[in-house]
């Protein structure tokens, strides 16, 4: 039998406000345990949670950016269960009237374009940590985590492999990055990624019963946990089995997901309006002014790319793969006036350089403007690719500016023809042999007479006046 | 719609509070009456009206988003039962 598999992904992203949703405490990761945890955090009695405007403008940005509808009046709820780290018994959250309803957001697989469409955003409350090394036997408790603001992003179940689940995730990480409400850092747990998973046979309608994985904290456990969680539900029906409604942990050693809690012991959260909330309501103005106040986002900025620079579609996506690179890119474009010969280099040579070196984007030691002003000597003519990348090197160490290294390592390619004539003809006169061959209908040897050329002239020749010249004197 | 006994003990155990038979039999009697209560409120017609989620027709007041707390958990820890380098120990629950 054909298995069709059926992902919807339920994301947790970490608002990147100062202070937390409900009280003044500070949200910045790493700090002491409970030292950022107020009377309202570790919910004292009599104390009242106060929302914070900027997380709720965070959820405004987010719905602006995929197109969604707001709801100009929406509810927080309390989710009743007990555990630890939720000192309150309850976690506010939003359920029936949550900010963002809709939306959808583009993703491209394998060169296809799908448009995956989001069910709803809310913003909720994150709990504390509990940590279950050994204390004497016992559980210890850090409440700093507890309060962080959250929006979290439900999808609808409409991706099909886990290629098009991480695609998507993807794309909305570089999405809640590129406009700033979430600093995107999954070690730290910032963008925490659930998903839910069935199988159906092909051509069946309804869906298959789903098992959820919970808190995948980066895409290539994302897309391992999928491809577990699909074989194991796949066996398991075609050995007669049936699936449960489950959810489950995936464990990276073992590359398995297994069971965390059955159907049966599914949590009862009976949730109700939090009467210590009011309604929130969201004037037009203030919508207004989020909405002028967003950048281009990276849809419009792929195809500004396409048009303005002539970058092919693939490019476009990969030069919009965070802000940081599309910033890089465009400045580096302009300042040589050659759009596609910059792609090239930010996705080639300085690409390949960060990599190797484990540095972003952002901490490039060769910056976009010198980067411009290097493809801007290889389009006057002055440096030949090879050239370009030694003086690439030189920027990469700090050697000083592009004119100035190409000065002071005397790079410049030769444009003095004499010159070039010269060395060719000492060429032709010391392989004779290779002549002889290229006479004789040997192509082959026409490359090692110019591969002779360039090095006499130290790379600095221009390969295709070498070309040219050779196949004169040639003829 | 009346509560059964077992509804009742569902309820308790969901609340973590422990009934004994005649409390939750007690308690059946009670909450019965307060859904007694809620049935006549339901008689009135509502039609067209837009359900509320909170009793006063407000909205909810918003704090701009600085950092106004500072650190008191020495304070706060001194009433707890079991703490160490800063946690708050409790018996110990994986899930």
């Not at chain 1, 007990?82 to 009237?97: N, V």
């Not at chain 1, 990276?298 to 500004?304: F, K, L, V």
């Not at chain 1, 090197?393 to 003095?416: F, T």
């Not at chain 2, 820890?77 to 120990?89: I, R, T």
Request: charged fraction near 25%; glycine fraction near 8%; include cysteine.
């Amino acid at each position: 039998m054909k298995w069709e598999t059926v992902i919807g992904l339920e994301v947790h992203t970490q608002l990147a406000t100062k202070s937390k949703i409900f009280s003044g405490s500070s949200t910045a990761f790493g700090a002491a345990p409970n030292t950022q945890a107020s009377a309202v955090d570790i919910a004292l009695p009599g104390v009242l949670p106060v929302l914070n405007r900027g997380a709720v403008e965070c959820a405004i940005k987010f719905g602006l950016a995929i197109g969604a509808n707001l709801n100009r009046v929406n509810v927080f709820d309390r989710k009743n269960y007990f555990y630890p780290d939720l000192p309150k018994g309850y976690q506010i959250s939003q359920l029936a009237k949550p900010i963002v309803e809709g939306g959808a957001l583009k993703i491209v697989v394998e060169g296809e374009e799908k448009t995956v469409n989001l069910t709803r955003a809310h913003m909720e409350e994150d709990a504390g940590k509990s940590l279950h090394e050994d204390f004497h036997g016992m559980t210890g408790i850090d409440l700093n985590r507890a309060g962080t603001p959250l929006l979290e992003i439900v999808s609808e179940p409409e991706m099909r492999s886990s290629a098009e689940a991480v695609a998507y995730a993807r794309a909305l990480h570089t999405l809640v990055t590129w406009i700033g409400i979430c600093d995107g850092n999954m070690q730290e747990g910032s963008f925490r990624v659930d998903a839910n998973v069935s199988v159906r046979p092909v051509g069946q309608a309804e869906f298959g019963t789903r098992r959820e994985i919970k808190n995948l904290n980066s895409f290539k456990f994302l897309q391992q946990a999928i491809d577990y969680e699909v074989r194991w539900q796949i066996e398991t029906l075609e050995d007669g089995g049936r699936i449960e409604q489950a959810t489950v942990l995936f464990d990276p050693d073992t590359g398995e997901t297994r069971m965390m809690r059955s159907k049966e012991d599914a949590h009862d959260y009976r949730y109700f309006p939090d009467p210590d909330l009011l309604p929130v309501k969201l004037d037009e103005d203030w919508i207004e002014r989020v909405r002028a106040a967003l950048p281009e986002l990276p849809a419009a900025m792929q195809a500004r790319f396409q048009a303005e620079y002539g970058v092919s579609a693939y490019d476009a996506a990969v030069l919009t793969g965070s802000r940081a690179l599309a910033d890089y890119f465009e400045t580096a474009a302009r300042a040589c006036g050659q759009g596609k010969l910059a792609a090239n280099w930010v996705m080639g040579e300085l690409s390949a350089a960060l990599n190797k070196a484990e540095l972003g984007i952002a901490a490039s030691p060769v910056s976009a403007a010198q980067l411009g002003a290097l493809i801007a000597r290889i389009q006057d003519g002055t440096l030949s690719g090879k050239l370009a990348k030694q003086v690439f090197e030189g920027l990469w160490e700090g050697a000083g500016e592009v004119d100035a290294i190409i000065e002071a390592r005397g790079l410049k390619q030769m444009s003095d023809s004499g010159e070039l004539e010269k060395i060719v003809d000492e060429v032709l006169a010391a392989n004779q042999k290779s002549v002889e061959e290229f006479r004789a209908g040997k192509d082959k040897a026409f490359n090692a007479l110019v591969g002779q050329v360039m090095k006499a002239s130290r790379g600095k020749a221009n390969p295709a006046q070498v070309n040219d010249l050779l196949k004169a004197r040639l003829q | 719609m009346s509560l059964s006994t077992d509804d009742i003990k569902r309820i308790a155990r969901l609340a973590r509070i422990e009934t004994s038979d005649a409390e939750a039999a007690a308690t059946q009697a009670q909450l019965n009456n307060i859904f007694g209560l809620i049935a006549t409120m339901q008689a009135v017609d509502t039609a067209g009206i837009a359900p509320m989620a909170h009793a006063q027709e407000v909205y909810q007041r918003l704090r701009d988003d600085a950092v106004t707390e500072s650190d008191r958990h020495t304070t706060f820890q001194a009433v707890a039962p079991a703490v160490e380098n800063g946690l708050y120990l409790v018996p110990k629950v994986i899930e």
